[in-house]
Nanobody, 133 residues
């Protein structure tokens, strides 16, 4: 089970950290991802972190502004959002891949597959982030 929280209202140019608490699975063994969905749009990839080695991957629209991380001791994942823009307004979802798949995916395949929502087995309920202009 995944529980995202910490969303809210933030001004353009501001920062926000969105945590995702995991239970029943361990972030150390599961590839993790963040996706977002704005009104009237499809769910889109934001960022991912690979269980093996902690390699990260970002959508071009957030690269350099957002940071995905994890705390294996607390069994948490995080999305740090900086220099936010109104276009970042969306519901943000954290997601996880089951360990058996996370462990056998080679790095070169992971970069592409980690951007696909269908790869993920577990999803949080989402948290609303609204950026005011």
């Amino acid at each position: 089970q995944l529980q995202a929280s910490g969303g809210g209202l933030v001004q353009t140019g501001g920062s926000l950290r969105v945590p995702c608490a995991a239970s029943g699975l361990t972030v150390r063994r599961s590839d993790m991802g963040w996706f977002r969905q704005a009104p009237g749009k499809e769910r889109e990839f934001v960022a991912s972190i690979r269980a093996r080695g902690g390699t990260t991957n970002y959508a071009d629209v957030v690269k350099g502004r957002f940071t995905i991380s994890r705390d294996t001791a607390k069994n948490m994942a995080y999305l740090e959002m900086n220099s936010v823009k109104p276009d970042d307004t969306a519901i943000y979802y954290c997601a996880a891949v089951r360990p058996s798949l996370s462990e056998r995916t080679i790095l070169s395949a992971w970069f592409q597959s980690s951007t696909q929502p269908t790869r993920y087995d577990y999803w949080g309920q989402g948290t609303q982030v609204t950026v005011s202009s």
